[in-house]
């Protein structure tokens, strides 16, 4: 894969930094992060905790703004826009999956795709998301009869279900066993491969960057290294 260039980018980042108000004390988490993410691509962020992963997942995605610098989304400049189309934005573009599951308990499966698909424009059907998944034969069970492997499987389908063009994931394995966490990593990568969803992922063990098409490492809120794998790696062979 060549690098992204930015007529390819389907997102933009330049000279990004954040910084946050702390009482009386202003720390900053970004420093001039310049990044270009390639439509289609898998791309995996590094870096300890503190190193501005979070942030910077979260400024990608809409939930949060730069204090300097600017994000384009396929041109679009996210960065000044107002709260309702920010709201628009994330609704009709972006999924996002998290290290804790965030399912409402008192919905089924079923019921809490079709809920982050409401208002989406083109939504795929909440039982297609939930077989593409796995989990057929789970459809009907709340979160509670889940096991937590399972549970986060209903979240990639509540994600996929919107059909984002971005699927934000941040540390999406970070609360699983090693082997249930391999297996939500496969459904990650199989829906790079299958659909062409444009994926970043965000996660402290350093050995997932080889399923990426690219990784980078963060530390102090800087990129500090940039990779491309020239062979993607098989979930097969990352050791935890």
Not at 50 to 70: F, H, V, W
Not at 76 to 83: F, H, K, L, P
Not at 146 to 160: D, K, P, T, Y
Request: glycine share 8%.
């Amino acid at each position: 894969m060549v690098a992204p260039e930015a007529s390819q980018a389907m997102v933009q980042l330049a000279d990004v930094s954040r910084t946050y108000r702390m009482g009386e004390v202003d720390v900053t988490v970004l420093r001039g992060v310049d990044l270009a993410v390639e439509t289609g691509e898998l791309m995996v962020i590094v870096g300890p905790s503190g190193s501005g992963k979070s942030t910077l997942l979260n400024i990608m995605g809409a939930m949060d703004r730069p204090s300097t610098g600017s994000v384009h989304f396929r041109g679009r400049d996210i960065a000044s826009m107002s709260d309702r189309e920010l709201t628009r934005f994330r609704r009709d573009h972006i999924g996002f999956i998290f290290q804790f599951y965030n399912l409402v308990p008192t919905l089924t499966a079923r019921e809490n795709v079709v809920v982050a698909t409401e208002l989406a424009r083109d939504p795929l059907d909440a039982a297609e998301a939930l077989e593409m998944v796995g989990l057929a034969d789970r459809m009907d069970h709340f979160p509670g009869q889940l096991s937590g492997g399972e549970q986060q499987r209903v979240a990639v389908a509540r994600a996929v279900a919107k059909q984002p063009q971005l699927l934000l994931c941040d540390e999406p394995t970070g609360a699983l066993d090693a082997e249930t966490g391999k297996a939500i990593l496969r459904l990650l990568v199989d829906i790079n491969d299958r659909l062409g969803t444009t994926i970043v992922a965000i996660t402290h063990n350093a050995p997932i960057a080889r399923l990426a098409h690219r990784y980078l490492r963060l530390g102090s809120g800087r990129i500090v290294e940039r990779q491309f794998n020239t062979r993607r790696a098989a979930v097969e062979e990352i050791a935890w």
